[in-house]
């Protein structure tokens, strides 16, 4: 964000005013955003991003009351519900449709190439983004008759002994396992998975994989036997709006590794420059004036760079629905030169890809009402 904010400064800025951003490290941790929140929210206009599905659902009544605008950094799909995701402005689709779609591709490749349904083991965190993930994912192989042969559900806590849970999905028999953890577990229930036997093939959810672990002794496996989602391009692919974005990033970060986050960055500055562009023509620059602005927007899209955003109307409606699916490029990554690729030699993320953003038949029919998993209260 920091770049493209800094651009638009140069080029007068929004009303004549410049943006000045204010930058809150929380770690991760919901008593530190709740504090960190109260630190600035009289400091600040908006907030331009928000991590954490829990971390902002503490905060959400706060933003309400103070009729202060944010964008969260989570794809939990009950911000596609306008009585959850008031006051709140997603950027592309959900964890939920994610693990949809992709599982209804595989499906699709295994019927196609066997004449059968593939048998899927499920490993996921239990928080908001394994929930909603697995949430989509057994919403698939119920509606497309997948046995799921190892449940895996909420299982994964990172700095705990995942060996188990790797051995687990090697005996299954499953075809396919689906992902949806940090990277490093992922990378860890592979390798284990693999060494005790496992034979299917992975998907994995997109905050599941960093193209980083290419460079590991995984890395042509993971070429050759993984499907990951993605809820955006990665940085390189073909759109509109990538050779603007490769172009400022470029002159901004010269020697940055070319991670597909930078395009969520970028995401989040359009949401917010368009917002603040509109409360600027409506002559109130205020908070209230910034999330009555945001009630006007109706939608917006992000030159290809993800499926289009709809914010006015109700959940099943403004929810979006199509992801992508691309495969991890090894050779790309080892002719770029591997962890030392940069934006100023030209490096793009080592990713190939296998669909476009397409809402698969399930994900286009399935009757969203709200959020796919409801975080127990009480």
């Known amino acids: 964000q920091l770049a493209f904010w800094s651009r638009l400064n140069d080029e007068g800025g929004i009303g004549g005013r410049k943006i000045e951003v204010l930058i809150a490290k929380t770690g991760y941790d919901i008593a530190t955003h709740v ?5 600035l929210k009289d400091q600040v206009a908006m907030l331009a991003h928000t991590t954490g599905s829990q971390q902002t659902l503490a905060v959400l009544p706060n933003h309400i009351e103070d009729n202060l605008l944010a964008l969260p950094v989570t794809w939990y799909s009950g911000w596609s519900d306008p009585a959850l995701g008031a006051n709140l402005l997603e950027t592309g689709s959900n964890y939920c449709m994610e693990a949809m779609n992709t599982i209804s591709y ?21 928080d908001d983004f394994g929930r909603d993930s697995a949430a989509g994912a057994r919403y698939a192989a119920e509606q497309l008759g997948i046995e799921i042969v ?23 028999g499953a075809d396919y396992t689906w992902v ?11 390798g284990t998975a693999l060494q005790l036997g496992y034979t299917g093939q992975w998907g994995v959810a997109m905050v599941s994989f960093s193209d980083r672990l290419l460079s590991t002794a995984l890395g042509d496996y993971m070429a050759g036997n993984m499907f990951m989602s993605t809820l955006i391009l990665p940085l390189g692919a073909e759109a ?9 990033l470029t002159e901004a970060y010269p020697d940055r590794y070319p991670s597909t986050g930078l395009i969520e960055g970028y995401l989040e500055y359009v949401v917010a420059r368009t917002v603040l ?29 993800a499926p289009s955003n709809i914010y006015s109307g109700d959940a099943s409606s403004t929810v979006t629905r199509a992801t992508a699916i691309y ?34 038949q399930l994900a286009a029919d399935y009757d969203f009402q709200g959020p796919c998993f409801v975080f127990p209260t009480g």
Do not use: C, N
């Not at 595989?106 to 239990?126: M, N, V, Y």
């Not at 080892?334 to 100023?344: F, K, P, R, S, W």
């Open 35 to 39: 504090e960190k929140y109260a630190a």
């Open 106 to 126: 595989l499906d699709e490749q295994h019927r196609e190439s066997t004449g059968s349904a593939p048998k899927l083991a499920l490993i996921t965190f239990p």
């Open 150 to 172: 190892y449940d895996g559900e909420g299982t994964v806590i990172p700095g705990q002994d995942l060996g188990p849970i790797a051995a687990a999905a090697a005996a299954s």
């Open 180 to 190: 949806a953890t940090d990277p490093i577990s992922m990378v860890e229930i592979v």
């Open 240 to 248: 509109d709006a990538m050779d603007e974005v490769i172009s400022v």
């Open 277 to 305: 562009e509109r409360a600027s023509e409506l002559g109130d620059l205020t908070p209230a004036g910034i999330v009555a602005a945001a009630a006007q927007i109706g939608s917006l899209s992000y030159g290809g760079l």
């Open 327 to 360: 495969r991890p490029d090894k050779s790309l990554f080892d002719a770029q030169g591997g962890l030392e690729a940069t934006l100023g030699a030209g490096a793009i993320s080592p990713l190939s890809p296998i669909r476009g953003f397409t809402a698969s």
